[in-house]
C-alpha cells in the first residue's frame, strides 16, 4: 500500500500548523520535513525548535529528511523534537554507522538518503541496519524540480537487492512527484512518496492525495 508524505517545505510557512492539518484532514500518510542547512545543500530551511512545536498539531508520522553537513550531531535534537524516522544524506561528512547507532540509540527509525549521482550500490552494505532508503529524484535543496525518470533503474535495483536479501526495505522517492510519474517510481518498487508541490498547491489536495495513492497503487 502506498505511503503520501506531503512535503512540508511547499506549504504557507505563516501558518504551519493549519498546513499540517490540512495535511492531515486530506489523508495525508506521513508528513515530511525537509532540514537544510545552507551548506550541505544551497538552501536553509527548518531546524529541531520547529519541528517539536508542529508534533503539538499531528499524531501522523514526523518523517524528517536530514539535509546537512554533520548529520551525527543533530540526532539527539531532532529525536527529541519528535521525529519518528530520520534520514540522512550517505554523502554527509558523518560517519554511517555511527550515525545509524545514534538514530536507532534515540529510538528512531533509520533512513539514508542517495542523492542522483549517488549509485544504488553505495547503500548496499548498510540494507541490514536501516528502514528506509531514500531516493533522491531531484537535486536536493529546492521544491518545485523536475522529477527525474532517470532514476527508476536505482529504485529497481535497491528494490531487488532487498528482495533477494528478504529484507521489507521502504523505498521513499522524494523530489518531482506527481500524478502522472508517481506510476513509474511505483512500479520501479517505491512505496513511499514524498510530494511538496503537487500537493499544496493543488486546488483540492485531498482529491490529489486520492489520486497520487491510486496511481501509485496501479502496478502497470
Ligand atoms: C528537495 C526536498 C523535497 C522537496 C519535494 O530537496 O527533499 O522533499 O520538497 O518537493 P516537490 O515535490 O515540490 O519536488
Ligand atoms: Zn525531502
Known amino acids: 500500500m502506498a505511503i503520501i508524505s506531503p512535503s512540508i517545505l511547499s506549504c504557507d510557512y505563516s501558518k504551519m500548523g493549519e498546513e499540517i492539518l490540512r495535511m492531515e484532514q486530506a489523508g495525508a500518510d506521513w508528513l515530511h520535513f525537509d532540514v537544510m542547512d545552507g551548506c ?24 524528517v529528511h536530514l539535509m546537512i553537513t554533520d548529520p551525527l550531531r543533530y540526532i539527539e535534537d531532532f529525536a527529541k523534537a519528535g521525529a519518528d524516522i530520520i534520514t540522512f544524506h550517505i554523502e554527509s561528512d558523518s560517519n554511517v554507522l555511527k550515525t545509524l547507532k545514534a538514530i536507532k540509540d534515540a529510538g528512531c527509525r533509520a533512513g539514508i538518503s542517495l ?106
Open 40 to 63: 550541505f545543500v544551497p538552501n536553509l530551511t527548518i531546524g529541531a525548535p520547529v519541528i517539536k512545536s508542529l508534533k503539538k498539531c499531528s499524531n501522523l508520522v514526523f518523517d
Open 115 to 220: 542523492k542522483p549521482k549517488t549509485s544504488a550500490h553505495a547503500v548496499f552494505p548498510y540494507l541490514a541496519l536501516i528502514d528506509m532508503v531514500l531516493v533522491m529524484t531531484v537535486e536536493p535543496g529546492f521544491g518545485g524540480q523536475s522529477f527525474m525518470d532517470d532514476m527508476m533503474p536505482k529504485i529497481s535495483a535497491i528494490r531487488r537487492e532487498c528482495d533477494l536479501k528478504g529484507f521489507g526495505m521502504d523505498i521513499e522517492v522524494d523530489g518531482g512527484i506527481n500524478e502522472t510519474n508517481i506510476s513509474k517510481a511505483a512500479n520501479a518498487g517505491a512505496n513511499v512518496f514524498v510530494s511538496g508541490n503537487t500537493i499544496f498547491k493543488a486546488d483540492d489536495s485531498k482529491e490529489m492525495i486520492s489520486l497520487l495513492r491510486e496511481n501509485a497503487n496501479v502496478i502497470i
